[in-house]
T-cell receptor
Framework: GQQLNQSPQSMFIQEGEDVSMNCTSSSIFNTWLWYKQDPGEGPVLLIALYKAGELTSNGRLTAQFGITRKDSFLNISASIPSDVGIYFCAGPNQMGGSNYKLTFGKGTLLTVNP | NAGVTQTPKFQVLKTGQSMTLQCAQDMNHNSMYWYRQDPGMGLRLIYYSASEGTTDKGEVPNGYNVSRLNKREFSLRLESAAPSQTSVYFC????????????FGSGTRLTVV
């Protein structure tokens, strides 16, 4: 099946620094998603990208859908302590009709030192 | 609005015991999913239900069964728990036209000793 490779696996940064993480795939996705998981909680959708080359922002977060449709990156500017968590990329696999299932990367664990 | 509710939040089982993880959503979503999360492995799909009355295997279905009881509820059953099933289990749901946005529950942390 399709696999998503996320890097880096973990990051330790100081508050105020910018963060960049990326995700690559062995095959094409028509949609890229970025989720964040706070400690002890389920993942929550941050940004969805639907078009190759698309650049989308959500507050301090910016994500891009790669031109080849096989990669995406997520940037966080001016990090704050509440940015701590695991960030996942994900892509949908169609199952027929409007049904689909998401494949997730293994995640990037972000630690922010105040 | 509760979203996706999972019970229990924590559970310890002995090897060979059985249990059912419960999941319910109140958003009238058609599709529901069970994932497990293990360190360094990300989220792996166990089973899913595209609509009421249908269920299908995901990436790691061995040792599990599921029941889509009605549109709201999707349960995951371990018939004979094994230490390899120690994990955090997440239920998720999505509706048609949600543009791939899953809503996740807060998880069940299961330890099998």
């Amino acid at each position: 099946g399709q696999q998503l490779n996320q890097s880096p696996q973990s990051m330790f940064i100081q508050e105020g620094e910018d963060v960049s993480m990326n995700c690559t795939s062995s095959s094409i996705f028509n949609t890229w998603l970025w989720y964040k998981q706070d400690p002890g909680e389920g993942p929550v959708l941050l940004i969805a990208l639907y078009k190759a080359g698309e650049l989308t922002s959500n507050g301090r977060l910016t994500a891009q859908f790669g031109i080849t449709r096989k990669d995406s990156f997520l940037n966080i500017s001016a990090s704050i302590p509440s940015d701590v968590g695991i960030y996942f990329c994900a892509g949908p696999n169609q199952m027929g009709g409007s049904n689909y299932k998401l494949t997730f990367g293994k995640g990037t664990l972000l630690t922010v030192n105040p | 609005n509760a979203g996706v509710t999972q019970t229990p939040k924590f559970q310890v089982l002995k090897t060979g015991q059985s249990m059912t993880l419960q999941c319910a959503q109140d958003m009238n979503h058609n599709s529901m999913y069970w994932y497990r999360q293990d360190p360094g492995m990300g989220l792996r799909l166990i089973y899913y239900s595209a609509s009421e009355g249908t269920t299908d295997k995901g990436e790691v279905p061995n040792g599990y069964n599921v029941s889509r009881l009605n549109k709201r509820e999707f349960s995951l059953r371990l018939e004979s728990a094994a230490p390899s099933q120690t994990s955090v289990y997440f239920c998720a749901s999505t509706g048609t036209g949600d543009n791939y946005g899953y809503t996740f529950g807060s998880g069940t942390r299961l330890t099998v000793v």
